[in-house]
């Protein structure tokens, strides 16, 4: 990517790379040293790309990979990556793919995985900032053997718009969004496929059960269970398949 293109698009500083470790880590020092609020941090490939509890996120070229900085006003990791999520489909909208989001991050084309985000905060600094990660398999791209049948990518052939121009487009719907948080909200629930199903996931080593019911606006997954209801701001979430597995 071309960071002076990026720039003009944006109105905003830019850092491009054609390889990064990983554009969250680049884009937290950057805004530990004074990085503006919509400063931006992109690159064409991560040789340590990460997804949440400290996973590694699988970063091939043919990818957007791109770390947004956002100062002030920002008080929910939960709902800058709920607003990242809806950013994203937003997009893909545009260029006629209808996403969906599996709770809490990933975006999900066909039940495959498109996009996954990981917001990771600076809350405790001063100012308090967050860095949204988006990794977006723009495509074309070779995908490990592990994750075919699991993830695709939007485009099979080159994509209709320079890469630049997606990021900036994904960029000022998460800036804009933050104006009118959490009016976001009802999209994301509407494009939710969590919701409304059996879900699974592990809380202090034990398997818990439940059914999704809603998402609070700070992000957190409203679960209803046989003890009662509860909140799920963190973890991972398995949701129950035709077949009786969870996935």
């Known amino acids: 990517m071309n960071a002076n293109t990026l720039e003009r698009l ?32 992109a690159a064409d490939r991560q ?18 990979y791109m770390s947004l900085i956002l ?12 607003l990242a999520a809806v950013a994203v489909c937003r997009f893909a909208k ?21 996009c996954g985000i990981l917001a990771e905060g600076g809350l405790q600094q001063v100012p308090p900032f967050v860095v949204v990660g988006i990794g977006l398999n723009v495509g074309p791209m070779v995908l ?17 718009l320079p890469m630049e121009n997606i990021a900036a487009q994904i960029a000022r719907d998460v800036l804009e969004g933050m104006k009118d ?3 976001h909200m009802t999209e994301y629930r509407a494009r939710c496929v969590t919701l409304g199903r059996r879900v699974r996931w ?13 998402v609070a606006d700070d992000g957190s997954l409203v679960v209803e269970t046989f003890g009662g209801t509860i909140g799920l701001s963190s973890g991972e979430v398995s949701i129950h398949m035709k077949d009786g597995s969870y996935a």
């Open 47 to 64: 040789t340590r790309g990460r997804g949440r509890h400290g996973r590694s996120y699988c970063s091939p070229e043919g990818g957007l």
């Open 144 to 160: 490990p053997e592990d994750l075919l049948g699991k993830a695709a990518a939007l485009f099979e052939r080159a994509p209709r």
């Open 181 to 183: 948080m959490p009016g």
């Open 202 to 214: 592990m809380q202090d080593g034990e398997t818990m059960e439940g059914t999704a019911k809603d």
């Open 71 to 82: 100062k002030g006003g920002v008080e929910s990791i939960g709902g800058i990556t709920t």
């Open 10 to 41: 944006l109105d905003a500083p830019v850092q491009c790379f054609d390889e990064t470790a990983s554009t969250n880590a680049a884009a937290m020092a950057w805004a530990k040293a004074g990085a503006p609020h919509g400063a931006l941090v």
């Open 94 to 114: 545009r260029q006629g793919f209808d996403l969906k989001i599996k709770w809490v991050n990933d975006c999900m084309l066909d039940g495959k995985k498109v």
